[in-house]
């Protein structure tokens, strides 16, 4: 399907649900947990969200709010190395079946969370 038909399938709250459940296991994880505003875990739950939202065909609140995504560059005081990547992508996995993501949407979601991801990278590795 179309990136920008996923928003129709997973709506305003499919995608709270993701990002809640995501955010959960963050909090208690010990790799990237740390890396995380501590006082500030509902501002970051909802620039996800509404990220998300505005990428795969939603109301553009994110870039409203926060300007141009440049996700690379707002990562980068973060280390990010294959470790916290497949951290991320294993909370994320397991939050999307929590959540119960729609199976017609759900290869969308999965490629662009590993390549977004692994694009975030920025600690040299082979
Ligand atoms: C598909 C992959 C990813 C996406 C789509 C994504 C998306 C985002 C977005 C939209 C923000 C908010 C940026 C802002 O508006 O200020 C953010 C923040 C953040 N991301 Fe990621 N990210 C990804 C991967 C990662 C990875 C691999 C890590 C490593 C742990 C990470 C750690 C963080 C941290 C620590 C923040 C700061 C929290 C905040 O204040 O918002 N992200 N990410």
Redesign the pocket.
Known sequence: MEESQVFDVMGEDGFARLVSAFYQK?RQDD??GP???DQ?WE???Q??R???VY?FGGPDR?IQ??GH?R?RM??A????GIA??D???EL?SAAMKESEVPKEVALNLRV??????????NVPEN
């Open positions: 963050v790799l990237i890396m995380y505003p500030d501002g970051a739950e620039r996800l509404d990220f998300l990428r994110y709010q926060q995504p996700l707002r990562h005081g973060f280390k990010i916290e990547r951290r991320w992508i994320m662009f969370f590993e390549q977004v991801a692994d694009f975030m990278r």
